[in-house]
């Protein structure tokens, strides 16, 4: 709704994954490395642990963009499988044809696949989101795939993305834990990231020295956020949304402390502290005032769109085009 509001080309802080927005930090450049190790060495096996919304997943997709077309990928976006079906999904994946549905014929049936493939020096590579919900048999099932030998060695590369739990799995077991050659953790972006990680963000989307964010809102989007990029999409956006719903061209530190309760991301009397210690009262009153007014505006350009569906002005304001 409000991209032409603000003059932006595209929806800068959605939280769906979307590699081609991807901010490589340092600490996100590092663990690209590692994955890419995992994709193109004999023996590759990495192991990405991260908290939710730490970029796991955007990191998957810039990786099967890279490795499109020179590598053979299979890719298990969810992990809560069980029995063989993890192997059935690799199977499927790739067409492979498989004589039964029995364990035996499917790791036979991978097995002459991936011979038929790295003979020709092009690598397999597994790679898995949400590793922490995989059984121990499937983590079984993986660990004897990645050993798996052919003429020129090892034929299965892994990578395996999970929340920071999945390293006690690992470590629980001494021939998995062998087997994972490299680990790297995710944390949170710093204050400075976080500043880099907007502007970038913004700066893709359409918008040149950006000051949609002064200084005050980017340490509180890095306080509430912990440096979690998806959390820092989840402020980002209702800040906008919040500003564009009174007819503003940029967010105000009040806006955060009203849309923070709402975002289910700070407790209530957390808010009440901050604005205690800002020597600040809580003005319900007036709260109340601007919600119904920013409705009000909202109704009102739906009123004038129904009234007049040909008027390009009035539509472009929530930038919407002419009825299909």
Not at 95 to 101: A, L, N, W, Y
Request: charge should be negative.
């Amino acid at each position: 709704m409000y991209l032409e509001h603000f003059g932006l080309t595209r929806a800068p802080f959605q939280i769906a994954p979307d590699d081609r927005l991807l901010y490589l930090s340092k600490k996100h450049a590092k663990a690209l490395v590692y994955m890419d190790y995992a994709a193109w060495q004999p023996d590759g096996f990495v192991v990405v642990t991260g908290e939710i919304g730490s970029g796991k997943s955007t990191l998957i997709k810039r990786l099967l963009r890279r490795v499109k077309g020179k590598a053979v990928c299979f890719h298990l976006p969810f992990t809560n499988l069980k029995d063989n079906e993890l192997l059935a999904f690799m199977a499927r994946q790739t067409d492979i044809r498989v004589s039964s549905d029995d364990k035996v014929s499917i790791i036979y049936a991978l097995t002459d696949y991936f011979k038929e493939i790295t003979s020709t020096g092009v690598p397999c590579v597994l790679v898995i989101d949400e590793a922490q919900n995989l059984t121990p048999s499937n983590l079984e099932d993986i660990r004897m795939l990645a050993g798996l030998e052919g003429p020129n060695g090892t034929m299965l590369r892994v990578v395996m993305l999970g929340q920071p739990e999945f390293m006690n799995t690992v470590n629980a077991s001494e021939q998995l834990r062998q087997r994972v050659k490299l680990h790297y953790h995710l944390v949170g972006l710093d204050l400075v990231e976080v500043n880099s990680y907007i502007d970038y963000r913004l700066e893709l989307c359409g918008l040149q020295n950006s000051t949609l964010f002064n200084d005050e809102l980017i340490e509180s989007i890095f306080k509430l956020s912990n440096g979690i990029p998806r959390l820092i999409n989840k402020i980002c956006d209702s800040l906008l949304m919040c500003a564009f719903s009174e007819g503003r061209k940029t967010p105000q530190i009040d806006d955060f402390e009203e849309v923070a309760q709402d975002l289910m991301m700070i407790p209530v009397e957390d808010i009440y502290s901050k604005l205690t210690e800002r020597n600040s009262e809580v003005d319900y009153t007036n709260s109340l005032d601007r919600i119904a007014t920013a409705l009000e505006k909202i109704s009102g350009q739906f009123d004038k769109l129904s009234v007049d569906p040909d008027n390009k002005k009035e539509r472009s304001f929530l930038g919407l085009r002419a009825a299909k």
